[in-house]
């Protein structure tokens, strides 16, 4: 049986990858959340991740790090964490090595904050071409597969990579066109987002760094997190 440790739902982008891929796919698995402490010590994460990180994966002894790897390690006995088909593959596969290792301007502007909702100060000109290459990644995806999901019919581990953008077009209103919003919208109303969402806004840590970053970069127009 697999264990994924992931941390908080309202904060922690990289742990949705992961979860929501299981999720979609239906892999059974035991969820252990260990939560931020609030003060940027990851201390407590070293106990079980090498890189004292999560998402982090057990698979009874063996522990896989690091959300790329871990899909990977997936992939080896689950055929559908991919396409099936190889230059579809080949393509999901470049689109989420460019999430994974890329939009850094997205990353540091709109950090995942799911149960808020932030008027940005500025859209920066790097932030604006990390938005303008999403919307065109997403809507070649589309368009170049069919949709709903971005190589087609099935969600993927592509999709499972951008899940965490869909919460913050949400939270920062970015504009994007149609079928990138539309796509977004879809992402937003999959169960396992839903609850992922839902179980978010109940939680009632707070990583001061986190919020300290958000206020600055943006007036927060609704908190709908429990208090
Ligand atoms: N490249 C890693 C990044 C994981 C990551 O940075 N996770 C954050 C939480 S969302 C974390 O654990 N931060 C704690 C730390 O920086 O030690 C992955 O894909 O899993």
């Given amino acids: 049986m697999y264990t994924l440790f992931i941390a908080n739902k309202n904060y922690s982008s990289w742990s949705l990858r992961l979860w929501v891929l299981m999720h979609e796919l239906e892999i059974p698995f035991v969820e252990e959340i260990v939560l931020f402490d609030g003060m ?5 994460f070293r106990k079980f991740a090498p890189n004292a990180k999560v998402p982090c994966l057990y698979d009874d002894q063996e522990v896989v790090w690091d959300s790329l790897a871990i899909c ?6 689950h055929v559908n964490v991919w396409p099936r088909e190889k230059t579809v593959r080949a393509w999901a596969r470049s689109a989420a090595a460019e999430m994974h290792s890329g939009f850094p301007a997205l990353r540091n502007s709109c950090g995942m904050n799911v149960g808020l909702r932030v008027e940005l100060n500025e859209i920066s000109q790097a932030l604006q071409a990390d938005i303008d290459r999403l919307n065109e990644l997403w ?3 589309l368009s170049k597969f069919g949709g709903p999901f971005l190589t087609g019919a099935q969600f993927t581990a592509v999709d499972a990579f951008y899940a965490p953008v869909a919460f913050r077009v949400q ?6 066109d149609p079928p990138a919003q539309a796509y977004c919208d879809n992402l937003l109303s999959l169960d396992s987002m839903q609850q992922w969402y839902a ?3 109940l939680e009632t840590m707070r990583e001061t760094a986190s919020e ?5 970069n943006g007036k927060v127009t609704a908190d709908y997190r429990q208090l």
């Fill in 199 to 201: 179980e978010g806004l």
């Fill in 139 to 141: 809507c070649e995806g």
């Fill in 40 to 44: 940027n010590n990851f201390e407590n």
């Fill in 72 to 77: 990977e390690y997936l992939a080896e006995d």
């Fill in 171 to 176: 939270t920062f209103g970015l504009a994007l």
């Fill in 212 to 216: 300290i970053e958000i206020s600055s």
